[in-house]
């Protein structure tokens, strides 16, 4: 008949009493720990997912399928609307410092654009020499030897 352990596993949808469809080591597991008398030990971390993803309220009230009365439905649109309230707070609260951030960012470029003219008007022949200099510069960098694809990566290659 073969080893019983290796149908045992083998067999994922079998007797209730072994590892549910785990084909990990099936075995005993302490009753102190939630499982039916035989189950596999991922049974009861399966256990204790679910219950973790029911979030921490899960302990004391009842379970989630249970209708809840109507101070637990007054105390949920209590919470809703203060939520609501909250955020729009919040709007508000970034809607103001937009505009002063605007404000603020007026009176900066209009500064700057102050600052430029003067600049141009105190240091005109300055910033003419620049510009030519600037000028120059570009069309040397347009005229660099440049090495074609090949031979560059033939240099690379040495």
Sequence with gaps: R??????CWRRRRGSVK?????SVN???????EHAVFREHVCAS?????????????NAERGPWNTDRGPAEQERAAAWAAAVASEARAMEAEA?????VAAAVEQVVAAGAVRE????????ADMHAEANVEAEVKAEAWLQRPTLRRRQWRRRRRR
């Design 45 to 57: 971390a399966e256990f204790a997912r679910a219950s973790a993803e029911c979030g921490p309220w």
């Design 26 to 32: 099936v075995r005993c597991v302490r009753h102190d």
């Design 2 to 7: 073969g080893s019983a352990k290796a149908r």
């Design 18 to 22: 072994r590892g549910r469809g785990c």
């Design 116 to 123: 430029a003219a003067r600049e141009a008007a105190t240091n």
């Design 95 to 99: 809607a103001a410092e937009q505009v």
